[in-house]
Nanobody, 122 residues
C-alpha cells in the first residue's frame, strides 16, 4: 500500500504560482509512474501531468504544457507540481496518483491522495 499526502494548495491571484507536493509513505514511489490530476466543481477528474519512474519521460495535458512542471525526488519519496501563470480556470482540487498506466492513465489499482484545493482569483 502507498499513502499519498498532498500539500501546497491555496489561494493565488491569476498569473501567480504555486508548488504542490505529494509525500508518499508505505512504499517507494520509485516503483511507479506517478502523476497529478484535478477536479473542478461539477466537472470530471482530468489528467494534468505524469512522470515515469526515474523522470526520463513527462507528459502534460495540452492546456497545462509550458505552464506546469512535474518532477519527482525519489530519495525524498515526493512528487511535485510547479504551477506558473495560473488562470482562474485552473481552480480545482488537485490529486496526486501513483501506479499509473502508460501515458499517465489511471488503472484499477492506482493509488490516490486526498487532494489539495487550488483557487485562482481573477
Amino acid at each position: 500500500q502507498v499513502q499519498l499526502l498532498e500539500s501546497g494548495g491555496g489561494l493565488v491571484q491569476a498569473g501567480g504560482s504555486l508548488r504542490l507536493s505529494c509525500a508518499a509513505s508505505g512504499r517507494s514511489l520509485s516503483l511507479y509512474r506517478v502523476g497529478w490530476f484535478r477536479q473542478a466543481p461539477g466537472k470530471e477528474r482530468e489528467f494534468v501531468a505524469a512522470i515515469t519512474w526515474i523522470g526520463e519521460i513527462t507528459n502534460y495535458a495540452y492546456s497545462m504544457e509550458g505552464r506546469f512542471t512535474i518532477s519527482r525526488d525519489n530519495a525524498k519519496n515526493t512528487l511535485y507540481l510547479q504551477m506558473n501563470s495560473l488562470k482562474p480556470e485552473d481552480t480545482a482540487v488537485y490529486y496526486c496518483a501513483a501506479r499509473l498506466g502508460p501515458g499517465g492513465r489511471p488503472v484499477d489499482n492506482t493509488y490516490w491522495g486526498q487532494g489539495t484545493q487550488v483557487t485562482v482569483s481573477s
